[in-house]
T-cell receptor, first 115, second 111 residues
Framework: EAAVTQSPRNKVAVTGGKVTLSCNQT?????MYWYRQDTGHGLRLIHY???????EKGDIPDGYKASRPSQENFSLILELATPSQTSVYFC??????????????FGSGTRLTVL | GEQVEQRPPHLSVREGDSAIIICTYT??????FSWYKQEAGAGLQLLMS?????DRKEEQGLTVLLNKKDKRLSLNLTAAHPGDSAVYFC??????????FGDGTQLVVKP
């Protein structure tokens, strides 16, 4: 069964620390995405990727880096975590089948708390 | 860029009643429209999608209506039950494959 797996499920970090959120997909999808979800803001796109080796900035990229070393893996990196980055983070994959028709498959989320 | 507004943010209905959620969008070239459901502690899951050449689609108690003239998308749960309680998101795809989400509707279905 196709799946998007995120790790860890929960993470507590200290301000100024480095945090890496990992995502693995077995869908063989070209596109992968990182979103954060906060009350009152819905889903906001942080970074995305069209394939291995590519990363693109989304709507709120500041304070985040992304890495796509392979088709299956897409990481989100917080080099210097801040309390404002406390949120629930979702990874998603999509086939990106031309002409805008894309369905996203989401992981279960990572709850990050920065103290 | 595309702006998506979703309403209402919170909706409470009785079991068996209809629940209607509406999204409006701004880009007339938007071509793909989806509704996702998010249950507590989980990621979003696709409920239904329509292309821009479809005005109405019904599946398993759900009806999606697309009014391109008014740039309005709606989801109607025709006979809601407690298992439908969740957060619902609309999503629209712009011409460059970017997907824009509404802010979500928290639906509570009371027995």
């Amino acid at each position: 069964e196709a799946a998007v797996t995120q790790s860890p499920r929960n993470k507590v970090a200290v301000t100024g620390g480095k945090v890496t959120l990992s995502c693995n997909q077995t869908n063989n999808h070209n596109n992968m995405y990182w979103y954060r979800q906060d009350t009152g803001h819905g889903l906001r796109l942080i970074h995305y990727s069209y394939g291995a080796g590519s990363t693109e900035k989304g709507d709120i990229p500041d304070g985040y880096k992304a890495s796509r070393p392979s088709q299956e893996n897409f990481s989100l990196i917080l080099e210097l975590a801040t309390p404002s980055q406390t949120s629930v983070y979702f990874c998603a994959s999509g086939a990106g089948l031309g002409a805008s028709a894309e369905t996203l498959y989401f992981g279960s989320g990572t709850r990050l708390t920065v103290l | 860029g595309e702006q998506v507004e979703q309403r209402p943010p919170h909706l409470s209905v009785r079991e068996g009643d209809s629940a209607i959620i509406i999204c409006t969008y701004t880009d007339s070239a938007t071509a793909y429209f989806s509704w996702y459901k998010q249950e507590a502690g989980a990621g979003l899951q696709l409920l239904m999608s329509v292309l821009s050449n479809v005005d109405r689609k019904e599946e398993q108690g759900l009806t999606v209506l697309l009014n391109k003239k008014d740039k309005r998308l709606s989801l109607n749960l025709t006979a809601a039950h407690p298992g439908d309680s969740a957060v619902y998101f609309c999503a629209v795809s712009a011409r460059n494959n970017r997907i824009f989400f509404g802010d979500g509707t928290q639906l509570v279905v009371k027995p």
